[in-house]
């Protein structure tokens, strides 16, 4: 597989603690994603990384912020998770963007539970 | 804005069967599309990557074509088995580091 892992694979949290999903890679790609998929609403960019410190948000951002100090690792922070955050939360890579560019490779999900 | 859709959202299909899955998209100004697999509690697995100026790729029984003008991509599949079953999702690069994608097909293959 493409050497990108996501962690935790499974949490369960109580509404307004805070919680951090860590995405990891080994393939020393600059992009990085985190999306949620949600029955109904398919995947959703939640926000998304061009470089280390270089972040930008994607369509449903509120209540996350991330961050990336290094290049293999892409943190996403829910600051005070609430119920509507109970979802899977995927990871993914991507290759430097020249004109056409690399596709997308996707780590194996987190499924977060906020009860 | 950029939006994909894919029709059917399911399919049922006897073993054996050659099946194409449509994706369309409303702005032809694309990089590349991608399609995915996706078995049920699983990530997505890539299949196909085609980019703006290839026309289809193919990977052993699954054959992807793009057609730009008229902002149409088709996975098909030949002779289908059972292990084929999963939800398959088509994704375009509309020009940024960001992939839009479809909400996808749902295909059970009968034994």
């Known amino acids: 597989d493409a050497g990108i892992t996501q962690s935790p694979r499974h949490k369960v949290t109580e509404t307004g603690t805070p919680v951090t999903l860590r995405c990891h890679q080994t393939?020393?790609?600059?992009?990085m994603y985190w999306y949620r998929q949600d029955p109904g609403h398919g995947l959703r960019l939640i926000h998304y990384?061009?470089?280390?410190?270089?972040?930008d948000k994607g369509e449903v951002s509120d209540g996350y912020s991330v961050s990336r100090s290094k290049t293999e690792d892409f943190l996403l922070t829910l600051e005070s998770a609430t119920s509507s955050q109970t979802s899977v939360y995927f990871c993914?890579?991507?290759?430097?963007?020249?004109?056409?560019?690399?596709?997308?490779?996707f780590g194996s999900g987190t499924r977060l539970t906020v009860v | 804005k950029q939006e994909v859709t894919q029709i059917p959202a399911a399919l049922s299909v006897p073993e054996g069967e050659n099946l194409v899955l449509n994706c369309s998209f409303t702005?032809?100004?694309?990089?590349?599309l991608q399609w995915f697999r996706q078995d049920p509690g699983k990530g997505l697995t890539s299949l196909l990557l085609?980019?703006?100026?290839?026309r289809e790729q193919t990977s052993g029984r699954l054959n992807a074509s793009l057609d730009k003008s008229s902002g149409r991509s088709t996975l098909y599949i030949a002779a289908s088995q059972p292990g084929d079953s999963a939800t398959y999702l088509c994704?375009?690069?509309?020009?940024?580091?960001?992939?839009?994608f479809g909400t996808g097909t749902r295909l059970k293959v009968l034994a």
């Open positions: 993914a890579i991507s290759g430097a963007g020249d004109r056409e560019g690399y596709g997308y490779t």
């Open positions: 393939e020393n790609h600059r992009y």
């Open positions: 990384s061009y470089g280390v410190k270089d972040t």
């Open positions: 702005d032809s100004a694309i990089y590349n």
């Open positions: 085609i980019q703006s100026s290839q």
């Open positions: 994704a375009v690069r509309p020009g940024t580091y960001k992939y839009i």
